[in-house]
């Protein structure tokens, strides 16, 4: 009989030992970002989209833990992410900004890359991702009078390689993609080229200022096409 007691107790002795194992080999890892808040809309239907530059929004990164359980704010730990740049910026702590440069839709990411648990034990490198969608609402005039916004398109020429931006904030793009942006009749718009590559700057068309300087520079009073020659 007390043999059998022994064995009982050698059991339960390995058994709590494999318990201790067990409960040191699941530290706490990170499963799941989530990010705060979910969807962002800047802008409306009545405003250029050039005038929503500047718009800003901190954002926050959750992160949710297991064994134990538990959410905590890992917002300065994320790298953040903007699919669409010229739309949307967003800084490493997080906060988001509008450009002015485009409308439409854009996913900002939030990721966190973990080598240990947070106790120090080893893992292969888990990619934890989480995201939320930007907006920035179209002009289109509608119920705000300003469907007669002047128009301002540029386009490239070719054959070289570069991108132009604006200033005031509303256009950004790279050739050979034409972009354009509303403005208020009588802004004072200067397009700056940058060459990419081997190209060099060649020439504008569509400028108040002379063909071969640059930036191009002009006043908006009625709708315009601009186009910006790489060589």
Known sequence: MNRKWWSIAVLLA?????LGVNSCGHDQQLVSIQVQPSVQTVGDSTTPVSEDAGA???????????HPPVTKDITSQVTWVSNTPQMFTVDSTGLLTATGGS?????????????????GIGSSGAVVTGYMTANVVCFTGSGGGGAGSPVVTLTFGIPG????????????????????????????????????????????????SATNINPCTLTVTGNRIVTATFN
């Open 14 to 18: 390995v058994a709590g030992m494999l």
């Open 161 to 208: 390689a570069g991108t132009v931006t604006s200033s005031p904030p509303g256009l950004s793009c790279a050739s050979p993609t034409p972009c354009l942006s509303q403005y208020a009749s009588g802004t004072a718009l200067t397009l700056t080229a940058t060459p990419t590559g081997s190209s060099a700057f060649g020439s504008w068309a569509g400028c108040d």
């Open 56 to 66: 800003q929004v901190q954002l926050r990164a959750l992160g949710t833990y297991i």
């Open 103 to 119: 409308c439409g839709s854009t996913l900002v990411s939030a990721t966190l890359t973990t080598n240990t648990s947070s106790g």
